[in-house]
């Protein structure tokens, strides 16, 4: 029996070695290709009112771009009206006086490196990043990265407007030309040149927050040693906050400049501390005497687990809501920080009260889930924010100042200080 199965099988496949495939004909009439008909940019640009976009376009070299290396690339283009350009000062007459280099930058800073899908912008809430096709090879995004910094706009379409980086650009029109989409908006975009450092330190109204966030700076570029066991030497270093805000050098490579990082800063006013009893930075600072002997050494987490923290002086308690999203309390090695750069479009309680800085690990204890300390309100338009665990009795902050646009990403300026409980 065994043996007339397999002589049946070996007939089986050797058929099936043998026998062609079977094909259905064909059935009803082939449907032609017909390719969709896009207009090029130009005649695009020649049915708006935006004259000046184009002349800026063809004085620069992307034109030659678009024929050769860009010709098939995702691109989206954000194109300002007449009004606009003459808005920011670049007239008919001073556009074709410019160089194609400056041309360049204008125009490439002007374009996204993607195209947009208004479907799933409009699904998404709050803002999406995406890179301009403007870069500042002079400058790296980090330390230890071969990458240069791309000049981002984070983009949002709400209620029919289309937002860049926190402000209403117009009403949403997109169009589909050959070379990319197109996008029409009511204001000329001006890039950054400074850091959220660099912009702090010019603002008088920030110099007793500079001033005392660089007296903490001082005491953490350098070594600390204690005699708590296992632990010998801790570098505070890493909790200097000027090189995260600011371009640094790097000590071995001085020609590699790179941007600490990117995030939002809310920065109080000299008003704000006055208004909380503080009438300079010295008496500020006074809060960490007490502490200075807790420098650079491991707290406990519940659990009794003992963790890096990035510092520690008492005035952080404060600091670290201002101008780290509450960083200085997360431990070093409980995993990387979720994005903190967030427009003033983005600040709501349904988009960011929830918001997970960091996840918990497989040690929840020891390394628990961080979400945005943050809760917001509007009120006639105006934004105010507060602690979700404030000090009983301290007022909200109101954002008198939002959106300045930086290297880093939005500075914040407000009127109060966000005091924690048990301060």
């Not at 600040?347 to 020891?366: A, C, K, R, V, W």
Request: net charge negative.
């Amino acid at each position: 029996m065994k043996q007339t199965l397999s002589i049946l099988l070996l007939l089986v496949v050797a058929l099936s070695c043998t026998q062609e495939e079977f094909m259905p004909p064909p059935y009803g009439e082939k449907v032609p290709y017909e390719e969709v008909y896009k207009e090029t940019l130009g005649a695009v640009l020649a049915d708006s009112e935006s004259s000046l976009f184009q002349l800026a376009l063809d004085g620069s070299t992307i034109p030659a771009l678009l024929d050769d290396e860009w010709e098939n690339a995702p691109l989206t283009f954000l194109v300002p009206s007449d009004a606009a350009f003459e808005e920011a000062g670049f007239t008919e007459e001073k556009l074709k006086n410019m160089d194609a280099a400056e041309l360049d930058t204008i125009i490439r800073y002007h374009i996204l490196s993607d195209q947009i899908d208004s479907s799933n912008v409009r699904s998404t809430y709050g803002n999406i990043r995406l890179k301009s096709k403007l870069e500042n090879r002079a400058l790296k995004m980090g330390q230890y990265s071969s990458d240069f910094y791309v000049y981002p706009h984070y983009l949002a379409i709400t209620d029919g407007k289309v937002l860049i980086n926190g402000k209403v650009m117009g009403d949403y029109q997109i169009s589909d030309a050959k070379e990319g989409n197109v996008i029409y908006i009511d204001h000329f975009l001006k890039k950054p040149e400074k850091t959220l450092w660099q912009t702090m330190k010019e603002d008088s109204r920030l110099s007793m927050f500079m001033e005392i966030v660089e007296a903490n700076d001082e005491s953490y570029s350098q070594y600390f040693y204690y005699d708590q066991e296992p632990w010998a030497t801790y570098a505070m270093e890493e909790a200097v906050m000027k090189s995260q805000l600011d371009v640094t050098a790097n000590s071995w490579d001085p020609s590699n400049i790179y941007i600490g990082g990117l995030t939002s800063v809310f920065a109080p006013t000299n008003e704000a501390f006055i208004n909380a009893g503080y009438n300079s930075a010295e008496d500020f600072l006074q809060f960490n005497e007490p502490y200075w002997i807790y420098r650079g050494q491991f707290l406990t987490f519940s659990g009794g687990a003992p963790y890096n923290y990035m510092t520690f002086h008492k005035t952080d308690s404060v600091l670290t809501y201002h101008h780290s999203w509450a960083r200085r309390y997360y431990p070093t090695d409980g995993g990387s920080v979720n994005p903190t750069v967030f427009f003033s479009n983005d600040l709501t309680d349904e988009f960011l009260g929830d918001y997970i800085l960091q996840l918990e690990t497989s040690s929840p204890n020891s390394q628990p889930r961080i979400t945005c300390p943050y809760t917001f309100t509007r009120e006639n338009g105006i934004i105010k924010m507060r602690l979700k665990n404030a000090k009983e009795g301290t007022e909200a902050a109101t954002v008198i100042e939002q959106d300045i646009m930086t290297l880093n990403g939005p500075l914040y300026i407000v009127d109060r200080l966000f005091i924690p409980h048990h301060f």
